[in-house]
């Protein structure tokens, strides 16, 4: 039981980190690579749990932080043009949410831009939550699987998705910018790109 809080707090705060976080399907994987004989379904209903909570925490903290603090009136009217198609398409937000969440992409940029948009949070906890624990629970019994069979240490394991985890977190720290400096109201009207004006 011990065991299992730990694991909830520690993936917990791995969810609230902003930036360069190791993912938290890695770090389920490497306890289940470490601890084979652990169920994987129970790890991954923690994992998703724990996620779940670390991600709302971490988009309430970007509307209160963020876009209250730091951005423009000219940047958060921007982003409230978003949010106002957003609202009137719940099930397509709903769906991309739990699309997104199947795949092992990192989702911190994406909770901190969609806290940008002060929509309500429960409108992506379901989703989230069920793609996570679908996504987890692949991960975390592949990992048991290989424990078995292959002679990998789990530090190799863990280097081998370096790069990709560096690379992938520069990329959505520059996509997080490009969100807040899209001009959304001249894509929504007029199908095309361009940047938000400055002032």
Not at 67 to 81: A, H, K, P, S, V
Not at 151 to 168: D, R, S, W
Not at 174 to 195: E, N, P, Q
């Amino acid at each position: 039981m011990l065991t299992l809080a730990t694991l909830f707090v520690v993936v917990f705060a791995l969810n609230i980190i902003p930036a360069f976080a190791p993912p938290t399907w890695l770090a389920l994987s490497w306890i289940e690579f470490n601890h084979p004989h652990a169920n994987p379904f129970v790890v991954a209903l923690i994992g998703a749990c724990a996620a779940t909570a670390g991600r709302l925490v971490l988009a309430k903290l970007s509307r209160v932080v963020i876009r209250q603090r730091f951005l423009r009136e000219q940047t958060r009217d921007n982003i409230d043009t978003i949010k106002t198609a957003l609202e009137q398409h719940r099930t397509l937000t709903f769906s991309a949410f739990l699309l997104y969440a199947f795949g092992p992409f990192p989702s911190n940029y994406l909770f901190i831009a969609y806290g940008l948009t002060a929509l309500k949070l429960r409108l992506v906890t379901v989703p989230f939550f069920l793609g996570r624990f679908v996504s987890y629970s692949f991960w975390v019994f592949t990992a048991a699987e290989v424990s078995q069979w292959l002679a990998l240490e789990a530090t190799e394991a863990q280097a081998y998705f370096g790069v990709y985890f560096v690379v992938t977190q520069l990329l959505l720290l520059g996509a997080v910018y490009a969100f807040t400096r899209v001009d959304w109201g001249h894509l929504l009207a007029k199908k095309t790109l361009r940047w938000l004006p400055r002032r």
